[in-house]
């Protein structure tokens, strides 16, 4: 049976991860994070998983959301679902924060894709508040 994972970095105080399959939603978990998704976020799939009962050559896709929300976070949640899925050599589907699971499940249903074939990019809500060099 076909499993997926989402990865969800678009709220600016938890990781949310799911694993869905075709007949919808098998796992999740919202994990407290703070501002320290590009740190934790390798660490918190591979325990999810885990606790679900799952590991990675279980899954058949990934699924991130794509945006909006932080710089930092959603460019860590779509860098982390690009290369699970490159190195996997499975589909990563791209969906919005707006109405996640329902999107996912939709993604997963429509999937026709069984290999990766190109990465997603991250959707800012915002410019990146990147401080400006000192011209001296």
């Known amino acids: 049976m ?3 994972l989402l990865i969800d970095t678009s709220n600016k105080d938890y990781l949310y991860l799911a694993t869905f ?3 919808g939603k098998t796992a999740s978990k919202n994990i407290s994070i703070g501002y320290k998704y590009s740190e934790k976020i390798v660490v918190e799939v591979d325990g999810f998983l885990v606790e679900s009962g799952n590991n990675l050559d279980d ?3 990934i699924i ?13 949640g779509v860098s982390v679902a690009n290369a699970l899925a490159w190195s996997l050599d499975v589909p990563v589907l791209p ?4 109405n996640r699971d329902e999107s ?10 069984r290999k990766f074939s190109r990465a997603i990019l991250p959707v ?8 400006k060099p000192n011209n001296k």
């Not at 996912?104 to 894709?113: I, P, S």
């Open 2 to 4: 076909a499993l997926y």
């Open 95 to 98: 969906i919005s924060s707006e």
């Open 64 to 76: 991130a959301v794509e945006g909006p929300g932080r710089f930092s976070a959603i460019r860590s």
């Open 104 to 113: 996912a499940l939709k993604a997963v249903r429509n999937n026709r894709k």
């Open 124 to 131: 800012y809500d915002q410019e990146p508040n990147i401080s």
């Open 21 to 23: 399959d075709s007949s």
């Open 59 to 61: 899954l058949t896709g």
